[in-house]
């Protein structure tokens, strides 16, 4: 059974920072390219960052380009996502999936909260 759980949410001023993980098991780690995406309430669901299986190729959304960074560790079946320079623009519910780079996502997990306050 696939599981894919996110982890590091929580609430930060603005100009803070926060580094979420996303754990999967039931899965060969390193065969799944791993995104993470946010979706805030009344809105569309954003690509916001993603990298391959390697790890040698990322792509950011543009809206957190330069602030954002995602990393693996295929040992540790373990992806995150160092955020600085948090806006409040950036307050949502983060997933983190696995999948294919080119947008196939196929696993999902629930989600962690992060809110920014001005």
């Known amino acids: 059974q696939v599981q894919v759980v996110e982890s590091g949410g929580g609430l930060v001023q603005a100009g803070g920072s926060l580094r979420l993980s996303c754990t999967a098991s039931g899965l060969t780690f390193d065969d799944y390219a791993m995104g993470w995406f946010r979706q805030p309430p009344g809105k569309e669901r954003e690509d916001v960052s993603r990298i391959t299986r390697s790890g040698d190729s990322t792509y950011y959304a543009d809206s957190v380009k330069g602030r954002f960074t995602i990393s693996r560790d295929n040992a540790k079946n373990t992806l995150y996502l160092q955020m600085n320079s948090l806006k409040p623009e950036d307050t949502s519910k983060y997933y983190c999936?696995?999948?294919?780079?080119?947008?196939?996502?196929?696993?999902w997990g629930q989600g962690t909260q992060v809110t920014v306050s001005s």
């Open positions: 999936a696995a999948g294919s780079y080119d947008g196939a996502w196929s696993h």
